[in-house]
T-cell receptor, first 112, second 110 residues
Framework: EPEVTQTPSHQVTQMGQEVILRCVPI?????FYWYRQILGQKVEFLVS????????KSEIFDDQFSVERPDGSNFTLKIRSTKLEDSAMYFC??????????FGPGTRLTVT | GQNIDQPTEMTATEGAIVQINCTYQ??????LFWYQQHAGEAPTFLSY????GLEEKGRFSSFLSRSKGYSYLLLKELQMKDSASYLC???????????FGTGTQLKVEL
């Protein structure tokens, strides 16, 4: 069964450093999403992406965040200058024309 | 904005039935989703309702009342592996983002 994959599974970085989280959505999917979940809290929407542009973003997704689909398979989330409060599990999700969003296994980001 | 409420924790016995409720307040409602999330893992899709009524899928059923802003997830013949967090999520407006509740942590006991 096709699945969303994410790398790395765990990323440790120092405050102020840039990180890039990578996702490979399911191959025939057209809509892509990033969510995050701070430990013990709810899953929060960050951004959605369709047709090579951002279709919607939350208040969390400020100028420090960017997304890119550099080729036909990868979908990346970049955080330019990480803060302690960026520590969270980051989930990538994708869907085709139907409603169900398939989530990847997540990247645990720890900012020290 | 959107407001989604669900109980924080529930405990049930193996083999029993449990109902997890979710209430929501939103404008432009466009669908309600239930996801299961085991600790440290990704949410996995369980069910989707956009019209009033009951959707059944094996041991899992989900109900929606749009007029009441209410949904429930019904789990039958509970198994130990059903111990997990159950997330209610709403899609609203023209976009497709999901807004999640805080989740209900279900513990299944012998």
């Amino acid at each position: 069964e096709p699945e969303v994959t994410q790398t790395p599974s765990h990323q440790v970085t120092q405050m102020g450093q840039e990180v890039i989280l990578r996702c490979v959505p399911i191959s025939n999917h057209l809509y892509f999403y990033w969510y995050r979940q701070i430990l013990g809290q709810k899953v929060e929407f960050l951004v959605s992406f369709y047709n090579n542009e951002i279709s919607e973003k939350s208040e969390i997704f400020d100028d420090q965040f960017s997304v890119e689909r550099p080729d036909g398979s990868n979908f990346t989330l970049k955080i330019r200058s990480t803060k302690l409060e960026d520590s969270a599990m980051y989930f990538c999700a994708s869907r085709d024309t139907y409603y169900e969003q398939y989530f990847g296994p997540g990247t645990r980001l720890t900012v020290t | 904005g959107q407001n989604i409420d669900q109980p924080t924790e529930m405990t049930a016995t193996e083999g029993a039935i449990v109902q997890i409720n979710c209430t929501y307040q939103t404008s432009g409602f466009n669908g309600l989703f239930w996801y299961q999330q085991h600790a440290g893992e990704a949410p996995t899709f369980l069910s989707y309702n956009v019209l009033d009524g009951l959707e059944e899928k094996g041991r899992f059923s989900s109900f929606l009342s749009r007029s009441k802003g209410y949904s429930y997830l019904l789990l039958k013949e509970l198994q130990m592996k059903d111990s997990a967090s159950y997330l209610c999520a709403v899609r609203a407006g023209g976009g497709n983002k999901l807004t999640f509740g805080t989740g209900t942590q279900l513990k299944v006991e012998l």
